[in-house]
């Protein structure tokens, strides 16, 4: 990972409610707890990191972290009373080696969006 992460932050809705529009919700997975979080590495083990109130989760070489938007959002939505697991548990949150991840340009968000758009899209040639 490149950066140190403090938390990351999943939108919801853009308003809040009808009597609210200018609000929006938002949930947030944060790793700035002084604490030993079990994180899924993929290779169907579980390891040990730590996290802590300065840096947030920590910075390993030729490792990335991967979120589950969906699953997050899903579980992170119903009260913390009502849920069996974590989302660590859930492997919502994973490390994964770096080398194993694809991703072309037309893959980018930027991209997909501009697709989506209807804008066109040039490809320049760096050389």
């Not at 990972?1 to 809705?13: G, L, V």
Request: proline share 6%; charged share 20%; glycine share 6%.
């Amino acid at each position: 990972m490149p950066a140190r992460i403090r938390a990351t932050c999943i939108p919801i809705a853009f308003a809040a409610s009808e009597d609210h529009p200018h609000l929006s919700m938002w949930l947030q997975v944060s790793f700035t707890q002084n604490r030993v979080v079990d994180i899924w590495r993929g290779d169907s083990t579980f390891s040990g990191h730590e996290t802590d109130t300065m840096s947030g989760l920590r910075v390993w070489r030729d490792v990335t972290v991967g979120f589950d938007i969906t699953g997050l959002t899903e579980l992170l939505s119903c009260p913390r009373q009502f849920r069996k697991v974590n989302p660590y548990q859930a492997k919502f949150i994973e490390l994964v080696h770096r080398d194993s991840i694809e991703q072309s340009m037309s893959q980018t968000p930027t991209m997909m969006g501009m697709t989506l758009a209807g804008l066109p899209l040039h490809k320049r040639t760096v050389g």
